[in-house]
């Protein structure tokens, strides 16, 4: 089977600039250790607030960004990955048994590194 990397390169590079958008709004991004950071917003940071359930409500807001910030980023590190092994001419082989990943599960996550049989 002869892989349209052209084709996946477009879908991957879509996905990143989608993922890049929805993370540069939950946080920043630290090219050093090319790793993503939720950024609290100023009234998460008074830590003079009165009212106890204000303080915990902004601290529940900001772990759920941190969560979702932490979900796209590993996708976005897979996508990455992903985008390398085309450059590398390594794209679309299971990372486990080395085969082929099919078309229908490339299709249905360009980023994916491991075939049917290898799935986890």
Known sequence: MNIDTKHFKTVL???????MDEMS???IFNPKTRSWSATPNPEEMAVNEADENDRA???EDF???????NTLEKRW????????????QNYGKCEIGGEEIEK???????AAFSC???MR
């Open 104 to 110: 229908d599960r490339l299709e249905a996550n360009a």
């Open 57 to 59: 409500d902004r601290g």
């Open 63 to 69: 772990q759920e960004r941190t969560s979702t910030l």
């Open 13 to 19: 590079e879509k996905e990143k600039e989608v993922l």
């Open 116 to 118: 049917k049989k290898h």
């Open 77 to 88: 590190k897979e996508v990455e990955k992903a985008l390398e092994n085309i450059e590398k």
């Open 25 to 27: 709004e939950l946080g």
